[in-house]
C-alpha cells in the first residue's frame, strides 16, 4: 500500500480580495514539484468567492470540470449557451474538450460562495464540450457513501471522460466503511470536507487530503458530523 498526507494547512493559498482560495495541487501562481497531482487527479481549489463577485469569462480545453458547492449558490453562463446557477446540494461536470468560455459569478450581495474546484485529466482528446448538473441531494442517504460522479452514462450521478468515481459521505453518526476499489490500477484521494475521520490508520481533520493506491479496498472510520468526499482515479494518464 502507498500514501500520500496532504495536511490543510500545508495547502498553496492565494488571497485577491474577492477570492479566498487554498490549492491541494499546484495551480497558477502555487508551484510546489511534490504536489503537482494525484494520478489524473490534477485540481482541488477549496474557494470562497466574495458577494457581487466572480470568475470572468476564461478558456478551458481537454479538462474536466467538476464544481461541488459547498455553502451558497454560483451563477455559471458558457460559450455553449448555458446559464445556470448551482447550490449547495448540487454538482456540475463540464467536459471542456476542444475548447470552451465560461464565466462564474456570486450574484448574491448577502453572503459569499464556498466551493470545491476539481480537474480531472480525460482519457480522450478534443471531445465535444458538454456540461450537465444534478442534485446530489436527491440521491445522498446519510451515514453512507453515495455515488455522485462515474464513467457511465447511465449510472447514478455526473459523467465524466475518465474512469473514475467520486463518493461523498455525510454521517451524523460515528461509522465504519469499506471503499472497494473498481480497478487495480487506481487510487483513492480522500478530501474531509467537515468533521474528522480515520482512513487506513491515518488521522485526518477538516480539509486534510489523504491518497491510498495498491490496494483493492479502504477501511475508513467517519466521526459524528463529518463529511468526506472520495475521489477515485486512474495512478496513471
Not at 496532504?6 to 490549492?23: E, F, I, N, P
Not at 487495480?184 to 480522500?190: D, I, K, L, R, S
Not at 475521520?197 to 483493492?216: P, S, T, Y
Amino acid at each position: 500500500m502507498n500514501t500520500v498526507l496532504h495536511k490543510a494547512s500545508t495547502r498553496g493559498h492565494v488571497k485577491h480580495g474577492w477570492l479566498d482560495s487554498y490549492h491541494t495541487f499546484s495551480f497558477a501562481n502555487y508551484y510546489n514539484p511534490n504536489r503537482i497531482q494525484f494520478g489524473v487527479l490534477r485540481v482541488i481549489n477549496d474557494d470562497t468567492v466574495d458577494v457581487g463577485q466572480g470568475f470572468g469569462t476564461h478558456a478551458h480545453e481537454n479538462m474536466e470540470i467538476i464544481s461541488i458547492p459547498l455553502e451558497g449558490e454560483l451563477e455559471h453562463k458558457d460559450s455553449m449557451g448555458n446559464i445556470a446557477r448551482i447550490k449547495a446540494g448540487d454538482i456540475q461536470v463540464m467536459s471542456a474538450g476542444t475548447g470552451v468560455y465560461h464565466s462564474e459569478y456570486n450574484k448574491n450581495h448577502d453572503r459569499t460562495v464556498q466551493f470545491l474546484q476539481i480537474w480531472i485529466i480525460p482519457n480522450q482528446q478534443q471531445v465535444e464540450p458538454r456540461y450537465d448538473q444534478i442534485s446530489i441531494a436527491d440521491i445522498s442517504k446519510e451515514n453512507q457513501f453515495n455515488q455522485i460522479l462515474s464513467p457511465n452514462v447511465d449510472d447514478q450521478g455526473v459523467w465524466i471522460h475518465q474512469d473514475a468515481w467520486f463518493n461523498l459521505g455525510q454521517f451524523a453518526l460515528a461509522t465504519d466503511c469499506q471503499y472497494q476499489l473498481h480497478s487495480e490500477y487506481n487510487g483513492v484521494y480522500a478530501f474531509v470536507i467537515e468533521g474528522n475521520a480515520v482512513i487506513e490508520n491515518q488521522e485526518l481533520q477538516k480539509r486534510d487530503g489523504f491518497g491510498v493506491w495498491g490496494r483493492n479496498t479502504i477501511l475508513i472510520k467517519a466521526d459524528k458530523d463529518s463529511k468526506i468526499l472520495l475521489m477515485e482515479v486512474p495512478m496513471n494518464q
